[in-house]
Antibody, heavy 118, light 109 residues
Framework: EVQLVESGGGLVQSGGSLRLSCAAS????????MHWVRQAPGKGLVWVSR????????IYADSVRGRFTISRDNAKNMLYLQINSLRADDSAVYYC???????????WGQGTLVTVSS | QTVVTQEPSFSVSPGGTVTLTCGLT?????????PSWYQQTPGQAPRTLMY???TRSSGVPDRFSGSILGNKAALTVTGAQADDESDYYC?????????FGGGTKLTVL
């Protein structure tokens, strides 16, 4: 069974940093592209970033480029999101998701909540 | 900047049929955007319904179907049931990343 379990969220002050983690199991992690998607309270889904299967290629949404860094450790079946210079509008549930056939998020974690206080 | 558009809300009667759409503020949606659809209930993670325009994810009932209608991607729910009441999001692959629509809140009543 495919499982994605996020962790690392919490309450952090504006300007601070946080590293989110996503533990993957039930599939060959190193064979799949992975993503982070976020959802602010009461708002819609927003794609954040994607990393390819071996970690050599990453892309970001314009709103986070330069502040967020996606990475992975295929030996540990782990996906990460380093978030720097946190702002109030970064407050959201952050989901990790897997990409299977082209351009679909086929499995999602349950999310981890990041709250940025001013 | 191109925005992905969805109806903010829709209402359907039990047993009825409803079509939700996913468009662009500039241009037409085609299969090249690999439209996908996700269902989400409050407090839950999204569930994948449809991908590559019209391929149902595993376990998704055939009451759900996807298509391109005119210049938009579409998700049709036939024979709506009470537990179809959810938020529905489409996503388009833009080449440089993915963009979600703002979501449609579907009410079944």
């Amino acid at each position: 069974e495919v499982q994605l379990v996020e962790s690392g969220g919490g309450l952090v002050q504006s300007g601070g940093s946080l590293r989110l983690s996503c533990a993957a199991s039930g599939f060959t992690f190193g064979s799949y592209w992975m993503h982070w998607v976020r959802q602010a309270p009461g708002k819609g889904l927003v794609w954040v970033s994607r990393i390819n299967s071996d970690g050599s290629s990453t892309i970001y949404a314009d709103s986070v480029r330069g502040r967020f860094t996606i990475s992975r450790d295929n030996a540990k079946n782990m996906l990460y999101l380093q978030i720097n210079s946190l702002r109030a509008d970064d407050s959201a549930v952050y989901y990790c998701a897997r990409t299977s056939t082209p351009a679909v998020f086929d499995y999602w974690g349950q999310g981890t909540l990041v709250t940025v206080s001013s | 900047q191109t925005v992905v558009t969805q109806e903010p809300s829709f209402s359907v009667s039990p047993g009825g049929t409803v079509t939700l759409t996913c468009g662009l503020t500039s241009g037409s949606v085609s299969t090249s955007y690999y439209p996908s659809w996700y269902q989400q209930t409050p407090g839950q993670a999204p569930r994948t319904l449809m991908y590559n325009t019209n391929t149902r994810s595993s376990g998704v009932p055939d009451r759900f179907s996807g298509s391109i209608l005119g210049n938009k991607a579409a998700l049709t729910v036939t024979g709506a049931q009470a537990d179809d009441e959810s938020d529905y999001y489409c996503a388009l692959y833009m080449g440089s990343g993915w963009v979600f629509g703002g979501g449609t809140k579907l009410t079944v009543l």
